[in-house]
């Protein structure tokens, strides 16, 4: 069973993505700030992250540029969960090491597809 970090402060949100991954048949471990997701990814080395963007305090860019210089999360596979839609987000997200993204809303169909691809295709 796979096991999957979401970092994410929003319940609402966060609630959601835990049913759907639940429902999915993983294990879930969560974060509701990048600081405690860098903790949880460092002890737990799950499989997956899924890292929501705009986060208090530090944001999940910095936090994803973080787990990917660190040879103990590196190779973890990290989704990017963002409202951020807009012209050039994309390549923002790319560049700070997020292995791919998801959009908010979710849409759960799109949502389960990314993150089964992520785990199938480190």
Do not use: W
């Not at 530090?58 to 540029?65: K, P, R, S």
């Not at 989704?79 to 987000?89: F, W």
């Not at 994309?90 to 597809?113: Q, S």
């Amino acid at each position: 069973m796979p096991t999957i970090l979401v970092v994410e402060d929003n319940p609402i949100n966060m609630k959601l993505v835990v049913l759907l991954l639940e429902t999915a048949s993983h294990k879930v471990l969560t974060a509701i700030s990048a600081e405690a997701g860098l903790t949880i990814a460092r002890e737990q080395q799950p499989d997956l992250i899924l890292m929501d963007i705009q986060l208090a305090g530090m944001d999940g860019l910095e936090a994803t540029e973080l787990l990917k210089i660190d040879p103990k999360t590196s190779s973890i596979p990290v989704i990017a969960l963002t409202a951020l839609a807009m012209k050039g987000d994309e390549e923002r997200i790319m560049a700070a090491g997020c292995d791919g993204y998801i959009a908010k809303p979710i849409n759960y169909k799109e949502f389960l597809a990314t993150v089964a691809s992520s785990l199938n295709h480190p």
